[in-house]
């Protein structure tokens, strides 16, 4: 199965788990499979119109997907990670 | 840190850790193991320093009995990646509540000062008193343990920071520094002084790439006792790498935690400086003191513009993988690297430039590097300078100072000059006073004495919790824009369950570009000092901690009226924001009962113990 890693953003609202294995396909089933296990992920990881959430950003094994690649397929070993586009601070 | 576990593995009064308490006036150096009290004594920073606070009776700044707290998380020189933190804390200059008490407050830096000051036998140094001339601390590693030196300081007098950590460079070998600017030496005048602290790039290269404790003006504190900078000299101790924490260390290298920070051809997102492009979208950012026009020049600031004219290089701290350094060189007529210029991260981008209403990436580049040189917290100065420039275009018959207009380098550059050297003390003591004096409060962007980091308050109710900072103690200001949620339900939960946790890193040493998870957090300390504790007991420490500091504003006087915000951001919504306004004033009372009902039982429960 596929792998979701998560930033603490959406680990702090289900437990602390940072990682989420799910059955799917493509990279859009993935995340609606997170989704419907975590419904409280899903303003994070879905605009209200049901699209992804455009301050989201996509990466499939380090590569970035643009928003109209949450179609790509994914298998068996395949990461994906889903990381807000804003974040501040100053090291 | 010392520990002597018998049995018990999680017990905080198995672990002293180790202090030395220095008075500056008598020049007596105490050094002593002090048992644990509590686990925020075990993780440090302002989870202990906070509990030494609390125990005094301070009602102004500056004076000798307002200690400067100078300490480490408990992973700061651990092999836990960015485990590099020191923390400055102590009753603030700047953050006071309306009744003019100062607040407690900390700040915090990155780099190999910590990791240093921790390999000479100490985790944590208190400065009392003052000196009675300007000195500098030598603090070595000696056989028979810490040995402090006092060293008169005039050669530093008037130097900046770069120059003072360079003129320690050249005669002290393996050491790193803290130091404070002219803006320090000025405390009198500039509340808002910062602390600079080398780093091996700076250290080796001779570039100006400090890295700084910026909020809450403990530079000035630093200033006012006297002391112009601290070596820190020790040989390095690195522990050999455990195989548990390499796993922690790669996953906060290459995992989703830092990608925010990284650049994009090792998976990132190119730094905070690429906040402007997903803020834009929705016109949040910050233009012209926090009033954003809607006419897109903020995207003459982005990164895929200015990159072509410069090169930007991305540069780490001390064993850090994550590179989050987005540093800013002159571009060569072959296209090679010239000299370095500035480092970018979005808010000292932002603040002294965007929002000063100058679009140019090489004048914002001399503003942050001038800034930085100084001495001062570019976030509270560059809000500073917007609030005086939009009281001059609303007075342009009585402009106040310099008469600077939004646009105006020069005379921004001016106000930055004179801020550091005393010319123009009502900017170097913040925009709360500043606003006070004049009369115009509602445009003068911060909550509780500390200016807004470049956030729009009109999209962010929970800046007047945040302890330390708008951006770096309270997880809200960017909520709007990742999901768009603007019911009462959520902001209160987001205040009180989710948004306070955001200073966990602050109490154990690591920086939070790192991401490191809770699991991890936990790890960490287990296989580097051999403690054990739950996720749920460390979220527990970290809340009473941030508690505590609810608590300890109480005790310096802050009320519901200190917990608000501008006024025009009730009464004067901006229409070009791309939502809504939704914080009105009814909204934010209801929203204040909810958060206090949660947080008065919670301090009523800290002022017990």
Redesign the interface.
Known sequence: MPRIRLTNLFAERIGGVNAVDVPATTVESALRALTDRHPSLTPLVWAKDGALNPVMVMFLNDRQLAAAEIGTPVGPGDEIDLVPAIEGGCS | MRTSFNGSRSDPRAIAYARATIDLASRDVRIEDVPCRNLEDVLGGFGRSFQILAERTITHAFTPDNPLIVNTGVLTASNVMTGLRTYFSAYSPLKVSNKGLPAAIWSAG?CKFGPKLKWTGLDEVILEGRADVPVYLVIRHGEQGPRIAFEPAGDLLGLTCHEKIMWLRDRYADAHFAAIGPAGEHYEDCYMASVALSTENQLRSGDDKC??A?RGGMGAIMGYKRVLAIVAQAPDRIAKLKPEIRDINKVAS????S???RE?EK?G?GG?W??Y???E?FHFVPQNNFRPTGDGKPELMFRDHVQPQFVVKAES?FRCGIN??KNVYEKNADGTRGAFLAKF????VNLLSTNIGIHDPRKAATLISLVDRLGMDNISLGTTISYVMDYNERHPDAPILNGARFGDFDKARELIEGAANGQFPEVGRGVKRLSEQLGETGYAMHCKGLEF???QPDTNPGYPWAIAGG??SM?T??AL?????TSLDYWATLITE?GL?FVRDDLLGL???A?V???HAVEGLKHEIGFEVT?AELQAAVRRAFVRALWLERKQGYDRSDYTLPSEVFDRPNPNLGVPPFVTREFFSQLSDRVWAVFDREIDEIAKT
Not at chain 2, 345 to 348: A, C, F, H, I, T
Not at chain 2, 481 to 485: D, I, S, T, Y
């Open positions: 990155s890295r700084w910026g290459t995992g989703p935690g990608r925010k920070f994009k998976g997102l905070t690429s906040n492009e997903p803020l979208k701290c989050c350094h991260d979005y808010e000292p980091p470049a956030y951006h770096m997880a200001y960017m824009a990742l999901e768009g949620n989710r946790y920086c939070k570009f991401g998870t809770g699991d996720p």
